[in-house]
């Protein structure tokens, strides 16, 4: 009978230097060497660990490996975003690369799938499956940092960026998420700023507080309506956490944390005539005057059988000055990778389909609009 190797990957350094000490019989500062090969140089071989002796990458060979998610496809949009899907056991997740003059942005996802039911976002079509592992979240950015070095001669801008922002909701998977933030911010892993690492959720109330005191990143939350009435039309977990206990939870982490300077990321994605009128911006203005915030507006991504529409440009526009009105900082995401359906939204991956809307989504293709609610 095989035993099934340790995937390193899952460890962030306190869980490595425990391993290494407990099953290895090592010290803390081999842990620490082993860390520095895998995320500072990309290494996945133990031989090629040379300052690591003998009898111990032996042992590691024996008893370990180093198993990030391998890529399934590649996309490569006009834009240079590029979108891999990522091979987690028998499912692809959705990565996406997001190239700007001054950074580039990594999109990863958390689950295989996604349980919140968002009537707008076509991963939430497909149904939950799992959450994804240590292993699994963290792997997709070390696999996708090994392929923008694999590519220098392109000239790619390499990762400085990470947002939770992918496949599934994040604080439906804390257990894997903290580990995983830890290894984005540590020195002997990738080392990005806590400024530099955003998590976003939908409203998981108790996810959001069980972050409060214990990790320091950036926050932005998917509001998308400013009234709990349009928002549990839209968003069926307003119906567990409304928005006034979301935005008390919001305040909560945001007085704890050094990484927002005082304020949160508002996302607010714009649906034609559902929640872009004037009335609904002055209500926003509203609702958000005693959470310092600044809020991003992102015109609506289509996705096949969608029955939702990106407003027009003077909607947009409109919307936009209302809020500025009231003096709130308002910016307008400009769409990246939408060519390949790599934009917010649009991520489906490949998802053994546990509610048959997938099958409906595919058999929407080419059609104008579905009844998502009848799927």
């Known amino acids: 009978m095989t035993t099934e190797k340790i995937n390193l990957l899952d460890f962030d350094r306190k869980g490595m230097r425990q391993f290494f000490a407990e099953e290895l019989g090592e010290k803390a500062f081999r842990a620490d060497q082993v860390m520095k090969w895998i995320y500072h140089f990309g290494v996945d071989d133990f031989d090629s660990m040379t300052n690591i002796n003998k009898k111990l990458r032996e042992k590691l060979q024996h008893k370990c490996e180093i198993k990030a998610p391998t890529v399934a496809e590649a996309q490569h949009s006009s834009d240079g975003t590029i979108k891999w899907a990522m091979k987690v056991g028998d499912q692809d997740v959705e990565t996406v690369y997001i190239p700007e003059d001054d950074r580039a942005t990594l999109c990863v996802s958390s689950q295989v799938g996604c349980a919140l039911e968002c009537k707008f976002c076509s991963t939430a079509q497909q149904g939950f499956n799992r959450n994804l592992k240590v292993s699994e979240i963290i792997g997709q950015v070390w696999r996708a940092a090994r392929e923008i070095g694999l590519q220098k001669e392109t000239g790619r801008r390499p990762i400085t960026n990470v947002v939770m922002m992918g496949m599934g909701e994040p604080l439906l998977n804390m257990k894997n998420l903290i580990p995983a933030l830890e290894i984005m911010l540590d020195d002997l892993g990738f080392g990005l700023s806590k400024r530099r690492v955003t998590v976003s959720t939908s409203g998981v109330v108790s996810g959001l507080d069980q972050m409060t005191g214990k990790i320091d990143v950036a926050l932005a939350i998917s509001l998308h309506a400013p009234?709990?009435?349009?928002?549990?039309?839209i968003m069926p977990i307003n119906d567990r956490w409304d928005i006034q206990d979301f935005l008390a939870s919001v305040r909560r982490y945001i007085a704890s944390s050094n990484a927002n300077r005082g304020k949160v990321t508002v996302e607010y994605v714009l649906l034609d005539h559902v929640n872009d009128d004037m009335d609904h911006?002055?209500?926003l203005a509203e609702l958000m005057k005693d959470t310092p915030c600044k809020i991003n507006l992102i015109p609506f991504n289509p996705y096949p059988g969608s029955p939702y529409k990106k407003p027009s440009n003077s909607r947009i526009?409109?919307?936009?000055?209302?809020?500025?009105?009231?003096?709130?900082?308002?910016?307008?995401?400009?769409?990246?990778?939408?060519?390949?359906?790599a934009a917010c939204g649009q991520l489906v991956g490949d998802v053994i389909d546990r509610t048959k809307r997938t099958a409906a989504l595919k058999a929407a293709r080419g059609a104008e609009t579905i009844d998502v609610k009848a799927v």
């Open 281 to 283: 911006a002055r209500e």
């Open 227 to 233: 009234n709990d009435k349009l928002r549990s039309e």
């Open 317 to 341: 526009d409109r919307f936009q000055k209302t809020l500025m009105q009231y003096d709130h900082t308002v910016t307008v995401r400009k769409t990246r990778g939408d060519d390949i359906d």
